[in-house]
């Protein structure tokens, strides 16, 4: 078992930066790959990004790329995505995922935890 717990979203005008986080415990964490999705309102949930357990891979929808980086810090369970010049359309909840895999995976049915998410509002 693995708990996800995310923080850091909130409001920012639009070309800001926010910088979530996603902290996490029970197993081993570096066993896991994680992956941010998000879900806008009446929306599909969508893929964000996605590192490798040891972190030296990662993968971005072509929608972030360039302006989101994913990390992560196996020391301190934790994995972040820094956002860069944040649209309106950014606005969604973004929710964290680990998978339990050696590879990187876009669709959500592969990832087996998920956290509750966090809220990110872009206004314009």
């Known amino acids: 078992q693995v708990q996800l717990v995310e923080s850091g979203g909130g409001l920012v005008q639009a070309g800001g930066s926010l910088r979530l986080s996603c902290a996490a415990s029970?197993?081993?964490?570096?066993?896991?790959?994680m992956g941010w999705f998000r879900q806008a309102p009446g929306k599909a949930r969508e893929f964000v990004a996605a590192?490798?357990?040891?972190?030296?891979?990662?993968i971005y929808a072509d929608s972030v790329k360039g302006r989101f980086t994913i990390s992560r810090d196996n020391a301190k369970n934790t994995v972040y995505l820094q956002m860069n010049s944040l649209k309106p359309e950014d606005t969604a909840v973004y929710t964290c995922?680990?998978?339990?895999?050696?590879?990187?995976?876009?669709?959500?049915?592969?990832?087996?935890?998920w956290g509750q998410g966090t809220q990110v509002t872009i206004s314009s």
């Open positions: 590192i490798s357990r040891s972190g030296e891979g990662t």
């Open positions: 995922a680990a998978d339990f895999s050696s590879s990187l995976r876009l669709r959500p049915l592969e990832y087996d935890y």
């Open positions: 029970g197993r081993s964490f570096s066993v896991y790959a």
